[in-house]
């Protein structure tokens, strides 16, 4: 691990803003998926140097695909704006139309930030978005009963996962995440 990234993750963990630059989220961390009895996997590949994460579904038998991160990713204790992006490239002949990212904060919360997929002709996408901690909320809900739903982040939050959208009844396909960045603006 660089210098660089050492320096970031501490600065997470200890509740600061990130500085200039994104971070990198490790891509070793792995996925799971809570509806694999439809078709829906996650699986962590290795592309010459790079890791990668595989999702897949089969859109004949759910609406949409979601997937959460087995080991959870170090807190955002403290930001006033964030963005994340993520990289992305279409695996099969479906393309996915949206890739949603969740974050979930301190009281159980998830909250779910859309991200409509456009593919370049070389298959690849790009999903970034971006928001701030103090605004209301547009899409959330309670992770059980209880979480307390109030529609406003309570720092710290976590990357808790994605959601992918596709055709209904679209059939079998598959999203390869190259890489997943954060950082504070």
Do not use: H
Request: proline share 5%.
């Amino acid at each position: 691990m660089n210098l660089k990234k050492q320096i970031c993750l501490l600065i997470l963990a200890a509740g600061m803003s990130l500085p200039l630059g994104a971070v990198p989220l490790d891509m070793k961390s792995t996925l799971g998926a809570p509806f694999a009895k439809d078709g829906q996997q996650a699986e962590n590949l290795r592309r010459g140097e790079k890791d990668v994460i595989r999702l897949s579904w089969d859109g004949g038998k759910r609406k949409w695909a979601e997937f959460f991160w087995r080991k959870a990713f170090a807190p955002l204790n403290y930001f006033e704006s964030v963005r994340v992006t993520v990289t992305c490239e279409a695996g099969g002949k479906m393309r996915p139309t949206g890739l949603n990212l969740r974050f979930i904060d301190k009281d159980g919360e998830i909250f779910q930030f859309p991200g409509k997929l456009s593919f370049a002709p070389d298959g690849t996408a790009k999903v970034s978005c971006q928001f701030r901690y103090d605004a209301p909320a547009r899409n959330s809900w309670k992770a059980n009963a209880n979480a307390v739903k109030n529609g406003k982040i309570d720092l710290p939050i976590r990357f808790l996962g994605v959601s992918v959208e596709y055709p209904n009844g679209s059939g079998e396909g598959e999203l390869i995440l190259r890489s997943i960045d954060v950082e504070t603006v």
